[in-house]
């Protein structure tokens, strides 16, 4: 254990001071090959012009190998090993989708994964933004807005044992420890267990989802409505327009970009959502959704490498437009 | 018209009432799950599977059944047969509601009165669990009589959970093996990301565009199409030179690369955002781009660099898909959010361990995340409003 913080010190350590190392020294070293200063008026001119070519290198340079080894290249051999057989060596062409499309676990899992993205980014940013309407007018507003911002802080599998807790059933007769069957058994109703549910534990899961991002919504579509100019609500209100006019013609249209923006990056959070499902059903009762089907065959029966990797393709392709609307808006600002 | 603000105000005012309501109602219903596993892991274990958390502020009620003193205890005062004692073994812990001599009837007759059992016999059971039998005959047989009493436990917390907890079901360990993935996975990024933030914010050179436009594809890239080939190199090198594939070393390399296009993006907008004046004033001293880089640029972004920090801690700490890959499941490297998902699977209904564990696990996060939510709001805000 004592040999474990040590070398945690020693990794911060040699890290840190790895880096400070490698940047300082390599920034000496260019000065030296192509000195700029003691050598005559052209040679100093070129040489500070091959400093400039060299040096934005060395300072993207260790990022750059760590982007290409650990994405870029990854992403490019996942696609290779998609066309693959089980080991990832053996060229198979499309099998590995046509078994996709023909699994029912594979279809279940499109079919929930469809589902999730209906619903969850589509709750997070309409509960987001009432809340955001409701904490900006009141004095207390910080308060509660913290408060609701601070699922964001807890983990995937903390969040599920939250929940599992309030999910939790015990048999007809026996107190009910869970808070949704005993309030349901409050109310007159049955106990239930809910996320063995096939179809609707869906919903159950993805209530926790939405629980830890409405905070994210809240807080970036909050920013948004206080940048709205005074003068836009003012002059509706001078028109006659009712709260409900205000809200619907005059601010919305106003943070349209911003909600799209949440909208899209909750998207592509609920495509690679696996922790919640693994932690609470671990896709059992057709609650399965595609990342967690892709961890389950990397590790299933020794491996399927080729299954694997053709799913996370696809989940790949669904994040694709995103991807490219971003870069595009990004082009536009003028990067 | 004054009419007309006269009724506007009215409505206003009701409307706040709405406000102040419909506010307090999400943050009861945003707050309530927590709030149970934590008041849950304070609970006596007996206690949480006997009612539900909610109920474990107020005293529950129980009725028991005791067996008074034997014949044998009995004194003879002011001519009456007497037997005294307590119906607890411990007295002290509870309170006596009411009580009875029939199984039927448990709580007849109420604490402090002295019920009359008939035949001249009477029993007096007070609030404190003593009580007074007497009657007008000798006791006779060898055992003591029976009777039924409700009681009162008063609500008892405990940290006697967290003991159990941190020490024999390893989740102090795991703790630890959290913290020692974290805490070079938080740092290494930053050093690396802000040098390639300045090159990629003032410094002109060929593809930088190019570069740009690689790193925002990046950013939404999801981590699943990483980990196999990744697992493959590990695998290989592992292999190659003899080691385990496993290790911390390799986890803290990959929780480095999956967050650097975030804290590229994120520097970047940052950095690119300084002003130009001082860069230009301290280029035409004769500063080197490491001297700017090292003695203004790197100072002037430390709102940046905490955001990111911030950041980049939550998410390595709550990760379990990257530490499911990359590190094992020994005690020695299971990390907390592994250790609470083989609870699950073990432990399912012990809700002593799981409560407690899982806010072990929550604690660090949400201390972190009020204590620098400012720069962890600010760094949400840059990071995601202009890009996505």
């Not at chain 1, 809240?218 to 206080?226: E, P, Q, T």
């Not at chain 1, 990056?265 to 059903?281: E, P």
């Not at chain 2, 009681?151 to 003991?163: A, D, I, L, M």
Request: charge should be neutral; aromatic fraction near 12%; proline fraction near 4%.
């Amino acid at each position: 254990m004592a040999a474990q913080i040590f070398s945690a010190i020693l990794v911060i350590l040699i890290g840190v001071g790895g880096c400070i190392a490698y940047f300082w020294g390599a920034n000496k070293l260019v000065d030296l090959i192509f000195p700029s200063r003691g050598v005559s008026g052209q040679a100093a001119i070129d040489n500070l012009r091959r400093q400039g070519l060299i040096r934005p290198w060395l300072f993207i340079g260790p990022a750059l190998i760590l982007l290409t080894v650990y994405l870029i290249y990854p992403v490019i051999s996942t696609v290779i090993t998609s066309f693959q057989d089980k080991s990832g060596h053996g060229f198979v062409g499309l099998a590995n989708y046509q078994w996709a499309l023909g699994d029912g676990q594979f279809r279940n899992s499109i079919f929930n994964n469809l589902l999730w993205l209906l619903v969850v980014p589509a709750a997070c940013t309409f509960l987001g933004l009432v809340i955001a309407v409701l904490t900006d007018k009141i004095w207390w507003g910080t308060i509660a807005k913290s408060l609701i911002f601070l699922p964001l802080a807890i983990s995937f599998v903390g969040a599920s044992v939250i929940w599992k807790f309030i999910y939790e059933y015990r048999g007809e007769g026996q107190v009910q420890i869970g808070a949704l069957n005993a309030i349901v058994q409050w109310l007159g109703g049955d106990p239930e267990v809910w996320i063995s549910m096939p179809f609707w534990n869906n919903f159950f899961l993805m209530v926790i989802l939405i629980w830890i991002q409405t905070g994210f919504a809240m807080v970036i579509l909050s920013s948004a409505l206080r940048g709205i100019p005074e003068e836009t609500i003012e002059a509706a209100v001078i028109d006659g327009a009712n709260p409900f006019q205000i809200f619907w013609k005059i601010m919305i249209p106003q943070i349209w970009g911003t909600i799209i923006v949440v909208w899209t990056t909750i998207t592509i959070l609920v495509l690679k959502v696996f922790d919640i499902v693994l932690t609470m059903t671990n896709g059992q009762w057709n609650s399965q959704v595609l990342a967690n089907l892709m961890f389950d065959w990397m590790f299933r029966g020794g491996g399927d490498f080729g299954k694997g990797a053709t799913i996370a393709v696809i989940i790949m392709i669904a994040v694709l437009p995103i991807m490219i609307w971003n870069i595009r808006q990004a082009n536009r600002e003028g990067l | 018209m004054a009419q007309a603000s006269g009724k506007s105000a009215g409505r206003s005012s009701l409307g706040t009432w709405g406000v102040h309501i419909a506010a307090l109602l999400f943050v009861v219903v945003w707050t309530i799950p927590t709030l149970g596993i934590l008041v849950t892991s304070l609970r006596d274990k007996d206690q949480i599977v006997g009612s539900g958390w909610w109920a474990s502020f107020f005293s529950s009620t129980q009725v028991q059944q005791a067996r008074l003193a034997g014949p044998d205890k009995q004194i003879e005062k002011d001519g009456k047969f007497v037997i005294e004692g307590s119906v607890f073994e411990t007295p002290g812990s509870r309170q006596v509601a009411a009580f009875g001599a029939r199984a039927q009837e448990p709580t007849k007759f109420q604490v402090g009165t002295t019920a009359d059992l008939g035949d001249g016999e009477t029993l007096q059971v007070n609030a404190d669990g003593s009580y007074v039998q007497s009657s007008t005959k000798k006791f006779e047989g060898s055992r003591g009589q029976r009777v039924y009493f409700s009681s009162t436990v008063p609500p008892r917390f405990t940290t006697e959970n967290y003991g159990n907890v941190l020490t024999s079901e390893g989740v102090g360990r795991s703790f630890l093996n959290s913290l020692t993935v974290t805490i070079p996975a938080t740092i290494i990024p930053i050093m690396i990301a802000a040098f390639a933030a300045y090159a990629l914010a003032w410094m002109r050179f060929p593809g930088r565009a190019l570069l740009i436009a690689v790193i925002i594809g990046l950013l939404v890239v999801p981590l699943q199409m990483a980990l196999i080939p990744l697992l493959e190199i590990y695998n290989g090198v592992g292999n190659l030179f003899g080691v385990p594939s496993k290790t911390y070393l390799g986890i803290w390399l990959a929780h480095t690369g999956f967050g650097l296009p975030f804290a590229i993006y994120l520097l970047r907008s940052y950095i690119a955002g300084l002003p130009r004046e001082i860069m230009e004033s301290a280029r035409i001293d004769g500063a080197s781009d490491f001297e700017i880089f090292m003695k203004i640029v790197l100072p002037l972004s430390f709102p940046v660099l905490a955001s990111f920090a911030i950041f980049q801690f939550l998410w390595v700490w709550n990760d379990l898909l990257v530490a499911m890959v990359f590190l094992g499941a020994g005690s020695n490297e299971l990390v907390l959010t592994g250790k609470l998902n083989a609870l699950l699977g073990s432990r399912g209904g012990d809700w002593d361990i799981l409560t407690t564990s899982a806010f072990i696990t929550i604690i660090l996060p949400l201390v972190v995340f009020f204590s620098l939510q400012r720069y962890f709001v600010r760094g949400l805000l840059a990071g995601s409003v202009k890009g996505g």
